[in-house]
C-alpha cells in the first residue's frame, strides 16, 4: 500500500524558515513526479512546487518563487520543501503528491496518483 506522510510543519513567525518532508512508500519512486500543494482554509488546494524524477528540473509557482525549494531524495524516497522568508499568506496545510505518467498541468489536482495527509504550517505576523 503507497503511503505519503508529510512532516516538518507547525508554527512559525513571519520571515521564518521551516523544512518540509515527505516520505513515499513507493519501491519505484525514482519513477514519479513530485509536488507540493497547499490548501489554506476557505480556498481551493493550489499547486506550490514540483520536482521531476530525478531531481533535474525543479518549477515553482510564481508566489514562492526565491523563497521555497523543492529538493529530492531517491535514496531516502523523500521529497522536501526548504520554506525562507514565509508570510502570514503562506498559512495553510500542505500536501505533497505523486504522478507517475505526469499530471499535463502541475496545478492539475486530478493528475497525481497518490496524495498525504497533509501538515499544517501557520505563519504569524
Known amino acids: 500500500q503507497v503511503q505519503l506522510v508529510e512532516s516538518g510543519g507547525g508554527l512559525v513567525q513571519a520571515g521564518g524558515s521551516l523544512r518540509l518532508s515527505c516520505a513515499a512508500s513507493i519501491r519505484t519512486f525514482s519513477n514519479y513526479l513530485m509536488a507540493w500543494f497547499r490548501q489554506a482554509p476557505g480556498k481551493e488546494r493550489e499547486w506550490v512546487a514540483g520536482i521531476t524524477e530525478r531531481g533535474v528540473r525543479t518549477y515553482y509557482a510564481d508566489f514562492v518563487k526565491g523563497r521555497f525549494t523543492i529538493s529530492r531524495d531517491n535514496v531516502k524516497n523523500t521529497v522536501y520543501l526548504q520554506m525562507i522568508s514565509l508570510k502570514p499568506e503562506d498559512t495553510a496545510v500542505y500536501y505533497c503528491?505523486?504522478?507517475?505518467?505526469?499530471?499535463?498541468?502541475?496545478?492539475?489536482?486530478?493528475?497525481?496518483?497518490?496524495w498525504g495527509q497533509g501538515t499544517h504550517v501557520t505563519v504569524s505576523s
Open positions: 503528491a505523486a504522478s507517475r505518467r505526469g499530471p499535463g498541468d502541475w496545478g492539475r489536482v486530478s493528475g497525481y496518483d497518490y
